[in-house]
């Protein structure tokens, strides 16, 4: 009907007409509107009400219509309703065997009358949506339609069997099928049964079992008697210890001494630091404590810079789906109809045809709306993506230039030969550094190629550790646990059964996959020092005596002889300007010769800690480029295993289910589907992890990096499968119903992708699944089990298996208590979602605003845990590159393409013709190819032009930093420990840095080691030293005595006694 008509005769001849036609039909409109509405729209006085005649045909008088066409959906003067305030009306204007043709001015709750309560749909083949009301019996309804025989009063419609699996339903009006779909066998007369159900059942069987399994053994830890008091509070006191700690300023000691710390007499002061302790000197050293709860994690550095970026990209995304919601939110109360579109639900075909109409004219009248809205989005986006990418630079550059720590003194010189151990390479290099730049060198750290030695070494140093810090209980206390363990299992066939549950779960795959594959336990021999330095003693870790653990001698100077240098050396300064002059003057003489070898030297990027010094090898770069494709290869063959062991099976079920009058699969159906999606990125998380660290990067910056690349490839595709699945369920969903086109085509016989998918009725579904997809599946639900299944139970479950065994004592305590280490795959989560949000651009905008909303919700809370696992969960770490987050950047690309594609697609459906075809497609890709494109340049060649000015070097020393930070390219470097111990034999020798033991560190400004502190204060875990057993053992016997001694109390006594021993037991 032509919009914007202003003359009522038109209006009025337009409607006689149209009425005079489908009378002659034989079939009247149904009337929405009547005169004096249409009077007020369009201030048109000619139209009146009027009252029907004889068999409901209106009187048509000149210059009066009942109008029977859609008037009302003039764009932003409907009226709106939310889909919970549709209800049915008592009154109808419904007739007794008059077909009507219904269509988006329709009320679909819109009833029958009493005498005939039943909606018939008239044979679709021959006219679409066209319905008249029959009687309640299988006679009516099969003379209407033959195919839909079946009265039901409480729909109120005549339908076909509702069976699950049916393909062929039998005629006599029951819900009985006669043929089943295939994959389904046919149970008695009426119901179909999966083929492949025995495979669910046995699986829910086994997972039962499984869970009952664990249950015991979950009791079994917490009844068992304690008898390892002491490995547990080893393990928990540098569980507190190892947390990130703030660094002890060194220039507030010095001010507490009272000396400026850049006069002359605080170098003097420092010097005399090692001759005599502060206590002596009568100032009280103050313990390095945990960053407070309040600290602001957006401009605080307390895990160096990338940390400090990832919180601010987290920051921002909230803010920007929380104004892209509500942008909507105001342009949509302009337009309320966009709250509903996609939103309407119908279980009947007359419902469906309703809404199809509907959606159809609503969504293409108000296409301009949506198209201008992405287009704003996008520019907002955009614009908004490069601003935070210069203030990402510029904030890093600040603080780099604000904070000086040990990589401000580091040059990496490259190039060096292969070198025994023999060798004393370090002061080589340091004299020749020396000789040919006149800068004074602090000492050279070398990478060592000790890959294969990597695990003895670290059980060496991990052990000396421990011998330092803690006593060893004496034999007699050790066997004393032993037989109070023994003699208070009484359980000794269930301790059988419920150690295989134990041994998995303290298996090294287990705990990498409890913690998403960020928590690595070695499994390897444990190694400590006989008191000799030319020997180590290395023990198995199985036994239950440590006494009788077996031993073997092992040669800790004659394995350091054998080792051969990497490529790699970092070089500490005493300054920030020596390194820079050291480095100019290098480049300026085109190298240095070393050995027959050109040495380069170049400024250094990232911090001692995070070098993973284990991966610094000689391996080629043909062996690397081949592990990084093996890894590769990895993932595609987990995500097809996914695919057909996971996605295929559910698929099946989805497209042999009855979708038939509104039936949707059930909570089962849908919980596993989001477990499956949950699942399945978990399972990505855990894979890309592994892929990450066999690839073997030298710095955990680069491995944060390509760990996030790869989990993106995956999840995306992970996403992509999803949607595609969702497209299939939709399709057969639509089908069963029996929806159709606005024009009447039937779902089933239009046979191209883009055909289907720009029917409102596939729009509709799909995006409501996109939307069951994205919120809770993957907006929240895995971040509100993460903190359970990767913090809260292996912390609970460790701390009950090593107080109940003697074996977990010293360092073998403190790894199964140690916490989960953090990396920056938050990145990762957080750019999945915002991929997921912005693909509601492309269906109608009924969930755009609380998929927005929703989004910043769950990333408020997203936000809320990280903040709090950082400052009270994690151990030490430090990121300080800017390389993840330039990456992270650069994905921001995928969404705002994707912004721009709906954009160009929805244009160009509300713009079409035929000629289109696939074009649409080619048309949407190149947008967002383009984008990508563009953006990218903008990433390169514009940002870095913003970027701060070179920084100025700073006045500190080298000893200033070294004071104030731990971990230096010394202590952080386990071969260099080990030489300095072995080799230099050092005094004393440079120690091992490990996070939660610092306090341990002796200084020796000789090597370079300025750094002393004693042990941070534990917290009070609330670890309840209970044993549950004697317990209730103690209580019991005292329950029996007392009521031995009121034997002849009332039994208002033995109540009171009982109350006082459940007080005294909840105590």
Not at 123 to 137: A, K, Q
Not at 326 to 350: C, E, H, K, M, N
Not at 445 to 460: H, K, P, R, T
Not at 689 to 702: K, N, P, Q, R
């Amino acid at each position: 009907f032509p919009r914007g008509l202003g003359g009522g005769a038109q209006l009025s001849a337009l409607a006689l007409h149209t009425n005079a036609l489908y009378v002659a039909q034989g079939f009247r409109l149904n009337a929405v509107l009547d005169g004096v509405h249409a009077a007020q729209t369009y201030g048109d006085p000619h139209f009146t009400n009027l009252t029907a005649s004889g068999g409901g045909i209106p009187v048509l008088a000149p210059g009066q219509a009942h109008l029977q066409l859609d008037l009302h959906n003039e764009v932003g003067r409907s009226n709106f309703n939310f889909p919970w305030e549709e209800e049915p009306k008592e009154s109808t204007t419904q007739q007794c065997r008059m077909p009507n043709r219904v269509d988006s001015s329709s009320d679909k709750w819109e009833g029958c009358p009493e005498d005939c309560p039943l909606y018939a749909e008239v044979d679709p083949h021959e006219l679409h949506c066209y319905f008249e009301c029959v009687g309640n019996s299988i006679e009516s309804c099969k003379e209407r339609n033959p195919r839909a025989p079946i009265p039901d009063k409480e729909m109120g419609i005549c339908r076909s069997c509702m069976v699950e699996g049916c393909k062929v339903c039998a005629t006599d009006g029951t819900d009985t099928c006669v043929e089943c779909n295939a994959n389904f066998v046919r149970i008695g007369n009426k119901r179909c049964q999966n083929k492949f159900m025995i495979v669910w059942v046995i699986v829910f069987v086994v997972l039962g079992a499984l869970v009952v399994w664990v249950g015991l053994w979950l009791g079994d830890l917490a009844w068992r008697p304690i008898v390892n008091s002491t490995g547990l509070q080893q393990g928990l006191t540098l569980r507190s210890r190892a947390k990130l700690a703030m660094p002890y300023d060194e220039e507030e000691r010095q001010r507490e001494r009272g000396v400026e710390a850049d006069s002359p007499a605080a170098a003097v002061t420092t010097a005399t630091d090692t001759e005599q302790p502060e206590e002596a000197q009568g100032i009280e050293r103050r313990n390095r404590s945990l960053w407070p709860l309040k600290t602001n994690l957006l401009t605080t550095r307390v895990a160096g810079p990338g940390l400090m970026l990832q919180f601010n990209l987290q920051y921002w995304i909230i803010i920007w789906a929380a104004i892209v919601a509500v942008a909507w939110l105001i342009t949509a109360s302009f337009y309320p109809d966009l709250f509903r579109l996609g939103t309407r639900r119908a279980q009947t075909p007359r419902q469906n045809c309703i809404l199809v109409a509907w959606g159809y004219e609503v969504q293409h009248d108000l296409m301009w709306v949506k198209v201008a809205f992405c287009v704003a989005v996008y520019i907002f986006s955009f614009i908004g993506c490069i601003w935070f990418s210069i203030r990402q630079l510029r904030m890093f550059q600040l603080e780099d230039a604000q904070e000086t720590t040990h990589k401000d003194f580091c040059a990496v010189l490259e190039g060096l030969p292969q070198i025994s151990g023999h060798d004393h390479v370090e002061e080589e290099i340091a004299e020749l550094l020396t000789r040919s730049t006149g800068v004074d060198v602090v000492g050279v750290s070398i990478c060592w190629d000790f890959a294969e030695q990597d695990g003895l070494y670290m059980s060496v140093l991990e052990s000396d550790l421990c011998d330092r810090e803690h006593q060893w209980t004496s034999r007699k206390d050790r066997q004393s646990a032993k037989r109070k363990s023994m003699e208070g299992d009484s359980r000794t066939f269930l301790r059988k059964a419920v150690d295989i549950i134990e041994d998995a779960f303290l298996s090294p795959t287990a705990q990498k996959i409890l913690t998403k594959g960020k928590k690595h336990v070695r499994n390897h021999k444990q190694a400590r020092h006989t008191g000799n330095r030319g020997s180590l003693r290395a023990s198995k870790t199985g036994a239950m005596d440590v006494e009788a653990m077996p031993v073997m001698e092992v040669n800790v100077q004659e394995s350091l002889w054998l080792l051969k240098t990497t490529h790699k050396a970092f070089v500490v300064f005493n300054s920030e300007k020596d390194r820079d002059d050291a480095v100019a003057l290098v480049e300026e003489n085109g190298g240095m010769e070393f050995r027959e070898s050109d040495l380069i030297l170049k400024e250094c990027k990232y911090e001692p800690n995070s070098v993973q010094w284990r991966n610094v090898t000689n391996e080629t770069l043909t062996t690397k480029v081949v592990r990084a494709l093996k890894g590769f290869a990895v993932i595609i063959l987990a995500l097809n295993i996914w695919i057909f062991v996971f996605y295929l099976p559910y698929a099946i079920l989805a497209l042999n289910f009855n979708y038939s009058y509104g039936q949707e699969p059930g909570f089962v159906e849908s919980m596993s589907f989001s477990m499956l999606v949950v699942a399945g990125n978990a399972a990505m998380y855990l894979i890309c992890a592994e892929v990450a660290d066999y690839i073997g990067f030298e710095s955990v910056d680069d491995r944060e990096v390509c760990y996030m690349l790869l989990y993106n490839f995956a999840c995306v595709f992970n996403v992509v499968l999803d949607i595609a699945i969702t497209y299939v369920v939709a399709f057969e969903m639509m089908k069963g119903q029996d929806m159709r086109t606005y024009d009447g085509k039937h779902l089933k016989d239009v046979n191209t992708f883009e055909e289907r998918v720009e029917t409102y009725a596939m729009q509709r579904e799909m995006g409501r699944s996109l939307w069951s997809y994205s919120f809770p599946s993957t907006f929240l639900l895995p971040f509100l089990i993460e903190p359970i299944l990767t913090i809260y139970l292996p912390y609970k479950l460790s701390s009950w298996v090593v107080r109940s065994n003697t074996k977990f004592r010293s360092f073998h305590a403190e790894r199964n208590l140690a916490s989960t280490p953090m990396d920056l795959s938050r990145y990762a989560d957080v750019l999945l979602n915002v991929i997921l949000a912005v693909l509601i651009f492309f269906f109608p905008g009924g969930f755009t605003l609380q998929m927005f909303a929703m989004l910043a919700v769950s990333h408020v809370y997203i936000y809320g845990y990280d903040h709090y696992r950082v400052l009270r969960s994690i151990p030490q770490c430090e990121f300080a590159s800017l390389n993840v987050d330039w990456w992270a950047q650069w994905l921001l690309t995928v969404p705002c393409g994707i912004i721009i594609a709906a954009a160009v697609y929805k244009w160009a459906v509300d713009t079409k013709h035929h000629t289109w075809g696939y074009g649409i497609v080619y048309l949407t890709s190149a947008a967002f190819i383009g984008h990508v494109l563009v953006h990218t340049a903008l990433l390169v060649w514009f940002v870095p032009l913003l970027g701060r000015s070179e920084k100025e070097p700073s006045t500190k020393s080298y000893a200033e930093c070294s004071r104030r930070l731990a971990q230096s390219w010394f202590s952080a470097n386990p071969v260099h420990c080990l030489r300095s111990s072995f080799i230099y034999k050092h005094d004393p020798p440079c120690d091992f840095c490990m996070a939660g033991k610092e306090h341990l560190l002796r200084k020796n400004e000789a090597i370079g080691v300025y750094f002393d502190d004693q042990a941070m204060e534990a917290e009070d875990f609330n670890e309840s030293i209970v044993d549950m057993s004697s317990v209730a053992r103690s209580l019991s016997l005292r329950f029996s005595k007392k009521l031995d001694d009121e034997e002849e109390a009332p039994l208002s006594a033995r109540s009171r006694i009982q109350k006082e021993l459940m007080e005294e037991f909840e105590k």
